[in-house]
């Protein structure tokens, strides 16, 4: 009588063969790790994103493939061998180096333990990653945009609160019973009072932006190193 106990590997065969297609083609990166780091398994995609191919990395130490990483996640692949437990990261910031130059990218990813046997333990490592350099981009951009919005808010409101404060002061100038007048580091008014503008036979609009030998030709040369004496040294002069 023929044995009709069924052969359970033929049987496995054709749906681990789509699986290993499967895993092959999915659009994320990735791998697996033996104990000692070596790539055991790796994805088309995996390949795309260390522009290796398959053949060039099977068997090699993960970072002789990722110069400049070693640093950033031996420590965290240690940690799941000695624990047996995954790790998640989310928008993990990852530097390597290509080609001699820094690239910054940001990835989610999970390092899941392998256990086959349960009596050996754990006896590789499944990385499974998604590269979300774009999206972090993109929201990194949201933030500056929105910091630099707040400080246009911030200083639109100083520069209110500065033209208040102006516009009262020379209110209150206005009505002094006193010539009064502002001029800048380069001798050009910036305000007059009306008692001033009086004062000097003319209407304030007629002072206020020009300058000082424009309006009282002559008095760059007769009260000009007074006033500079002022201005570079802060302090008032009385005559």
Not at 49 to 74: H, K, N
Request: net charge negative; with cysteine.
């Amino acid at each position: 009588m023929a044995d009709e106990t069924p052969d359970i590997a033929a049987g496995l065969a054709v749906p681990l063969r789509y699986f290993a297609q499967l895993v092959r083609h999915m659009p994320s990166p990735y791998m697996v790790l033996d104990r000692d780091f070596n790539y055991v398994e790796a994805n088309d995609a995996y390949c795309r994103s260390t522009e290796s191919s398959r053949d060039e990395i099977i068997g090699r130490y993960v970072f002789d493939t990722l110069p400049g990483t070693e640093d950033q996640i031996e420590g965290l692949l240690r940690g799941v061998l000695e624990t047996g437990e995954p790790y998640q990261a989310t928008n993990f910031k990852y530097v390597y180096t290509r080609d001699g130059q820094e690239v910054v990218t940001y990835w989610d990813f999970i390092y899941h333990p392998l256990v086959l046997d349960p009596a050996v333990g754990v006896e590789g490592i499944l990385v499974l990653a998604h590269d979300t350099s774009k999206r972090v981009e993109q929201e990194q951009e949201r933030e500056r945009h929105a910091v630099v919005l707040e400080r246009e808010k911030t200083f639109a409101a100083q520069a209110e609160a500065i033209a208040s404060q102006k516009a009262f002061v020379e209110r209150i100038l206005d009505t002094m019973p006193a010539g009064v007048a502002y001029l800048d580091r380069d001798l050009v008014y910036r305000f007059s009072n009306p008692l001033y503008a009086r004062f000097i036979g003319k209407r304030a609009d007629e002072v206020v932006d020009r300058y000082l030998d424009d309006v009282l030709p002559g008095a760059v040369e007769q009260v000009g190193p007074w006033l500079r004496q002022v201005i570079e040294t802060a302090e008032p002069f009385e005559n």
